[in-house]
């Protein structure tokens, strides 16, 4: 497992697209799960998104965002991005990557995740 850092965050215009970047400070995300989570002013964090090291499906994302983020693997850099499009004016908060070991069922808590970065923030604008 390693510690994120997060990068790509920035000030947006409402249908607008940015894409977050997460890499491995330190050793590498190869068999861990990797989750964005935000979370919005006066909100709890909520879970955002998750590529799960393992066979089968391995992008997850919440409802909120479905049809709207992706989110990939970049193999030759050990990197998760997360591509947000047609973006939304509740989309802004600050984003945090997560690493991690979760099982399945608890892919979206945030107590599954040992190792996270500092935060990017995200403005969509009017």
């Known amino acids: 497992q390693a510690q994120p850092v997060e990068s790509g965050g920035g000030l947006v215009q409402v249908g607008g697209s940015l894409t977050l970047s997460c890499a491995p400070s330190?050793?590498?995300?190869?068999?861990?799960?990797v989750a964005w989570f935000r979370q919005a002013t006066g909100k709890d964090r909520e879970f955002v998104a998750a590529?799960?090291?393992?066979?089968?499906?391995?992008?997850y994302l919440s409802d909120s965002v479905k049809g709207r983020f992706a989110v990939r693997r970049d193999n030759a850099k050990d990197m998760i991005h997360l591509q947000m499009n047609d973006l939304k004016l509740e989309d802004s908060a600050i984003y945090y990557c997560?690493?991690?070991?979760?099982?399945?069922?608890?892919?979206?808590?945030?107590?599954?995740?040992?190792?996270w970065g500092q935060g990017t923030k995200v403005d969509v604008s009017s």
């Open positions: 330190d050793g590498s995300f190869r068999g861990s799960s």
């Open positions: 997560a690493s991690g070991r979760p099982i399945l069922s608890s892919l979206r808590q945030t107590s599954s995740y040992s190792y």
């Open positions: 590529w799960r090291w393992s066979g089968g499906s391995n992008q």
